[in-house]
């Protein structure tokens, strides 16, 4: 049996980290391998996901291995998380940390928004997947934004069709990554797992750049000094991940490894049981 055909046994410690190629999730998943993780590097492009996978791992002895997935396809993710489950025991880290921005509005393979479909609903649909691997001990990190700040969640339209503007969708995909936390958090509690989020702060990375055209590259370039870099972005989510302090906390947002204060929306209840339904019934998933 080779190294991409292995079977996985409760002794290896396994990380998933999704957006994996680029930024913040390059750093990490660099991270985690350096604390002694094997790591599912989750990539949507099979050439860049080589790319970064052979700059992570060059002159190391990091175990890191590179499986594809869009985040905007649910076909996709059932697809990984069936291939994942037959491969794996178990797991011990999911990073939810994939993300994109659009100036303007564009749709998912499934007729979602995009910004709402990847961000929350692709995460949504994959961590629902992915936890019968889950034990005591295991952690869910979902990379959120102070962004949930300028968010609503738009029950009525909550794809956007009538009032599409990049705050109004990012804030909305960001407020929800909240909301999932902290009910998720509630509804797995009793089987010691924990699940928390965090705003990285500004980071310069790619998104938000349009892959097809390259429009906002320059923007970021000459923004790029006054931003944090990936692996200083990508300080909070490792330490959720990894760190014994943080252990048996769940259900709470981080800024620089420390608690933060959110929006009263992103505190409601109600509203993230109602996301969260609305999430089920979009996806077909159920906890």
Request: charged share 25%.
């Amino acid at each position: 049996m080779n190294k991409e055909e292995q079977v996985f046994t409760e002794e290896n410690k396994i990380a998933i980290v999704t957006g994996a190629n680029s930024g913040m999730g390059k750093a990490t998943t660099a991270a985690l391998a350096d604390h002694g993780y094997t790591v599912i590097m989750l990539c949507r492009n099979k050439e860049r996901g080589e790319a970064a996978y052979h700059d992570l791992t060059d002159g190391n002895d990091r175990d890191i291995r590179l499986m594809q997935c869009n985040l905007g396809s649910m076909d996709d993710i059932r697809k990984f998380t069936d291939q994942f489950n037959e491969l794996y025991e178990s797991i011990d880290v999911l990073v939810n940390n994939a993300g994109v921005i659009n100036l303007t509005r564009k749709e998912t393979e499934d007729g979602l928004e995009e910004t709402f479909g990847v961000n929350h609903i692709g995460h949504f649909l994959l961590t629902m997947r992915l936890l019968q691997k889950m034990k005591k001990g295991s952690r869910i990190v979902v990379v959120a934004s102070g962004a949930h700040k300028a968010g609503k969640i738009d029950f009525d339209d909550y794809n956007l069709k009538k009032n599409y503007n990049v705050v109004k969708a990012y804030g909305q995909s960001k407020l929800a990554n909240i909301l999932f936390t902290r009910e998720l958090a509630r509804l797995v509690k009793e089987k010691g797992i924990t699940v928390n989020c965090c705003h990285p702060g500004a980071v310069a990375t790619s998104m938000g750049v349009d892959r097809n055209t390259g429009f906002g590259k320059t923007l970021t370039g000459l923004l790029k000094p006054f931003f944090l870099t990936p692996e200083e972005g990508a300080k909070t989510a490792i330490y959720l991940a990894t760190n014994p302090k943080v252990a048996k906390i769940t259900g709470k947002y981080f800024y620089k490894n420390h608690l933060e204060k959110t929006t009263k929306s992103a505190k409601s209840k109600s509203t993230a049981r109602r996301l969260f339904e609305l999430s089920e019934k979009i996806t077909g998933e159920t906890f």
